[in-house]
């Protein structure tokens, strides 16, 4: 069935229809932008500091030489993408029972959402900064504790954000 | 019988039952810790908490009644335990009303005041028991706001077992346990009040060949295995049934695997033939033998040396080869350790296709494996099951005297092995080197494939679907538990998360998958080139033809195997009575 009532070219009004009036306006809308301050970042010479609340990729918490992870293995259940994969082993000390001796977190299935930062009980998997990730191969996102270990000093914005909003 | 009533529904129940016996009985779950149906009640953790009343009775004795004609309940003023509260005619039991809820929250809150808030580092969650009350039967929070007890943690208790203090809830289902079915009175209480923990007696170790079932029936993550701690959560695996493969007792086993290893096996309760338990060994020996040293494609020797190659040209290869023998000339060693359905087909070929009479096998019995309660000295799986489908009723099995002999007169010049590492046997293994033709099927490395000509790579117990005969005569079926080329598209079998959802860019799904084969896919190949036109699709089929050719045999499907947890030889249509199995906490999917 053809429509032919209230049609795209019925609606117009004559000033409408004629088009070059309407060309005028957007090109009015250009050259008044030209004299407005720019806002555009010279990324990747200029680079962008995300606040606290940003999720980045998820790192290991580091103190010292020891990360917080006790290899629960919470984060790898509650991933909707099953980024990732802990291996548990025990440790010599007894109050921390266990540690993970293997942690690989899968960053083509990433997905950023947190909920492994939102599961763990040990505060030691939270989300970065860090939203520049780039591989040359599906086997180098695939990133290992020593990748993902970051000292807990350079978490302080984070850290701070979820001790206040969560 | 009497009847009770419980939560207003009439059930029936035995004479000297326990209410919650009766409750279990009838499908009513009250909440327990430490009554366990195969051992005494100890009426210590006080979970099972009920209202119990009778109804009123007038002073000649006879019963009162409302004007509806119901009974008039009294209900006793204070809540009693079912697991110790026998039953009487006309009982009445509120498992679920506001005091039994009030009081079981009240436990359950109690339990938890010195009980670490450990889940993330326990081995035990996922599949815990007070977890799993801990949200079904407790307000869901705690008020006690001092600091927790603590306790030893990380004790030995023997070769395979660890005891964490903190996390026992004391219900001394462990004691009881080797008290009464390991009969190893090791263990006890210590202390008092809060501090009550279970302690070895001075000197002493939990060392029976039965210990690891205490950490089966802790309902809490305070028993952990020595081989399994850490190593992987509960829910990343897949558990499959399958029948224990290392004595002729057959217990009921769940394989737990994950990435198609194998981590772990725990017993699956069966009341014919073992209880809720199964032995050390059983849980251990397998492990290694399936996860290592395994053959992982087919070979042929080549120049004096086995070199990997397709299964085509290794059956082609065997097929040409036999065929230059006289039938007479082949020596066929069967296995008590392969299933009924590959023994089957094995000896059909050999009788029926190849004409030949050598089809013999050995025993292994060895009589300090064996003891009164679950272990056996035969240490094959399927000894009966293999002699009532070969018909021979020799007990002793292949005479290897005279094998030898016929060796080394040239009588028998091929030896065609199903199955067996002739491991005790290690004088007959020399005479393998005698042979012109040694084709054998085998899952792992050893000294018989180091001297064959064509190995065939072997799908263990593990990999295989088929049916075992064990000592008893219970046919029992058993599913495969991690996948292989060959049965990767088994219908039924259980996967873990991982398994289902895993892509090639995952490193925990780059498991190999092995390249391994029933026996009886490959006999029926050979056999067709020696024009017998079999044409079985699955073991099923083999199954189902067994049970058409083999009289005691007769009537068992697999469908009906697996309902009435294995049937009894010249019984197939006479199942025993279904039993009401006790699972005390598991994994949930
Ligand atoms: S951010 Fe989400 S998708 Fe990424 S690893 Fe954590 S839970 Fe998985
Ligand atoms: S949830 Fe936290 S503690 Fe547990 S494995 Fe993940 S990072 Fe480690
Ligand atoms: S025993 Fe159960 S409740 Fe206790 S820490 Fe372990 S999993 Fe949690
Ligand atoms: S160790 Fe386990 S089975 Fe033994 S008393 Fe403690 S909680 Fe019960
Ligand atoms: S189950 Fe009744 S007191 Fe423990």
Known sequence: MNITKNTEAERLNFWERMYLPEIARGLGLTFRQMFKPSFVRQYPEEKWEPTGSYRGRPVLVAEGNDERCVACGLCARVCPALAIQVQASETLDLSKERFPVLFEINMLRCIYCGFCEEVCPEEAIIMSKDYELVFKSQKEAILGKEQLRVPVEQLQDRLEFLRQYR | MPNIYIDGKKVEAKDGQTIIEAAFQNGINIPHFCWHPELSVSGNCRMCLVEVGMPKKFADGSIERDENGHFVVGYFPKLQIACSTQISDNMHVKTVSENAVKAQESVSEFILINHPLDCPICDEAGQCKLQEYAFNHSRGESRFEETKNHNVKRVSWGPNVIFDGERCITCSRCIRFSNEVANQEVLTFAQRGDKVTIQLFEGTQLDNPYSMNVIDICPVGALTSKDFRFKSRVWDMSFNESICNSCGKGCNIKVGVRNNEVLRIEPRPNHYVNNHWMCDYGRLNPIDKINEKRVLSPMVKVNGKLSDTTWDNAISTAIEKLKKFKPSEVMFVGSA????????????????????????????????????????????????????IYGNTNTHGVEISLLKEKIDHHNIKAIYIIDDNFASKTDFIPYLDKLELVIVHSSNHNAVTDRAHIVFALSNFAENEGTITNINKRVQHFAPALTTKENLRFMGMKMSRLDKFGANNDRWTNHDTRDTKAIWSVIQ?????????????????VFEDLTHHIESFKGMTYNSLKEYQGLVLGKGTNPDKKVKNYESHYMKP
């Open chain 2, 337 to 388: 350790f392969a299933t009924n359905e590959d023994n089957y087909l094995y000896s059909k070929f050999v009788k029926t296709v190849f004409k030949s009479h050598n089809l013999d096998s050995f025993v292994y019995i060895n009589e300090s494996f064996a003891d009164k309660k679950l272990r056996v000295s035969d240490k094959t799986p399927n000894s009966t099951g293999m002699k009532e």
């Open chain 2, 525 to 541: 190949k050979i056999a067709n080139s020696f024009n017998a036109n079999w044409s079985f699709s699955s073991v099923k089929d």
